[in-house]
């Protein structure tokens, strides 16, 4: 993961129905160590490197994530998530689930005009609201 600097990758989640069986396969065929992650009534994972750094979640498909496909979704940082969501759909792209929020992490589930899915997410470190395209 990255500090969050716009226009790049700051994670990767997997949304399952069997989310601890899946911990268990990463933490065993990759070595990642899991660790619980709140969600109220259950726990989705944060999976570590032996190192500690944090890599990706692994997570229950319930929710607002009951819908999510199970496959890796990645988030990509962007400065204006507002903004962000209208140029995805004026360049051919499909919003599949709104914005959860518009503030720091906030982040929604898009679609590109090839039909590969993706998060795009309002940086989650705060930075600043300065574009973060080019125009055209």
């Known amino acids: ?3 969050g600097t716009i226009g790049t990758i ?15 396969f990463y933490a065993n065929v990759v070595g990642w160590k899991p660790e619980s992650l709140s969600m109220g009534e259950y726990d989705d994972y944060m999976m570590l490197t ?3 750094t944090p890599v990706a979640g692994v997570c229950h498909a319930k929710a607002e994530n009951a819908d999510l496909p199970p496959q890796w979704i990645t988030y ?12 995805v ?20 589930l898009v ?3 090839a039909g590969a899915v993706l998060a795009l997410m309002q940086n989650p470190y705060g930075g600043s609201d300065t574009p ?5």
């Open 50 to 52: 032996p190192d500690g």
């Open 76 to 87: 990509i940082a962007v400065g204006d998530l507002s903004a962000s969501m209208d140029r």
């Open 132 to 136: 973060d395209h080019a125009e055209g």
């Open 10 to 24: 700051v994670g990767f989640d997997l949304t399952v129905r069997d989310a601890p069986a899946v911990r268990d």
């Open 89 to 108: 759909t004026a360049q051919g792209g499909e919003v599949l689930q709104a914005p959860n929020g518009f503030g720091p992490g906030g982040f929604a």
């Open 111 to 113: 679609k590109d005009p």
């Open 1 to 3: 993961m990255t500090d």
